[in-house]
């Protein structure tokens, strides 16, 4: 029997690697999100815009256009600005978490990254936003 619908926060999750992307969103999904789903900074940009998510998961390394790039312009458009960005990249530099912070990233994780820490950086960052606190 599939899984009710969640009415939870809405999570765009990008990642150009479709295993990772496919393993968090299943992940978020049962514990009560709901999710989108985008390969590449350019789609992850046009889908925030159509469908605000409440978070964004972002991939820095993408393709087409990277992860830096569309935070960027998320942050850039009045219509997403707001929406937080948590960045998770494969280098643990501080210099990348510094940069993550200024392009108007709310936090950096370091792949591999646990389903479990992600969903606790969520939970903290959308607080009592989100009723999908497990």
């Not at 925030?48 to 964004?56: F, G, K, T």
């Amino acid at each position: 029997m599939a899984p009710e619908p969640s009415s939870g926060p809405l999570v765009l999750v990008v990642d150009d690697f479709d295993d990772n992307r496919e393993m968090f969103a299943e992940f978020l999904e049962l514990s009560g999100y709901r999710v989108l789903q985008a390969s590449n900074g350019r789609d992850a940009v046009e889908r925030a815009d159509a469908s605000l998510p409440d978070l964004v998961v972002m991939d820095l390394s993408l393709p087409v256009m990277d992860g830096w790039e569309a935070t960027r312009r998320l942050k850039a458009n009045p219509k997403t600005a707001n929406i937080p960005v948590i960045a998770l990249t494969g280098h643990s530099a501080q210099r990348e978490e510094e940069e993550a912070l200024h392009v108007g990233c709310v936090a950096l994780l370091t792949k591999p990254c646990p389903p479990d820490d992600l969903l606790a950086a969520i939970v903290k960052i959308l607080g009592s936003k989100s009723e999908a606190v497990p």
